[in-house]
Nanobody, 124 residues
Framework: QVQLVESGGGLVQTGGSLRLSCAASGRTFSTYAMGWFRQAPGKEREFVAAITWSLGHTYLADSVVGRFTISRDNAKNTVYLQMNSLKPEDTAVYFC?????????????????WGQGTQVTVSS
């Protein structure tokens, strides 16, 4: 089992920045990648970003390219999501997730463990 705990959400104005953190514990040695999804009210959970644990290859959804950055600290078993130039449409609950199998996919069904989520609200 892997436990994931997110932190760093909050309320920010349009154009502002936030950094989300996700600390992993448990059987993390088997993790291939970690990532972030988000879910706005009434909408499906959607892929935001992912990073491979070993080589640090990153993948971003088109909607956040140029504004969000994903990174990881292997020594701390922590993944980060730096969010800049935030827009009201970025408002959602952000979930940290991890994947055991190789490859990066954008489908939530391909991920094995999930955190509880952290709320990000961008005011206009």
């Amino acid at each position: 089992q892997v436990q994931l705990v997110e932190s760093g959400g909050g309320l920010v104005q349009t154009g502002g920045s936030l950094r989300l953190s996700c600390a992993a514990s448990g059987r993390t040695f088997s993790t291939y990648a970690m990532g972030w999804f988000r879910q706005a009210p009434g909408k499906e959970r959607e892929f935001v970003a992912a990073i491979t644990w070993s080589l640090g290859h990153t993948y971003l959804a088109d909607s956040v390219v140029g504004r969000f950055t994903i990174s990881r600290d292997n020594a701390k078993n922590t993944v980060y999501l730096q969010m800049n130039s935030l827009k009201p449409e970025d408002t959602a609950v952000y979930f940290c997730t991890s994947r055991l199998s190789g490859g990066i996919i954008a489908a939530k069904e391909g991920y094995d463990y999930w955190g509880q989520g952290t709320q990000v609200t961008v005011s206009s």
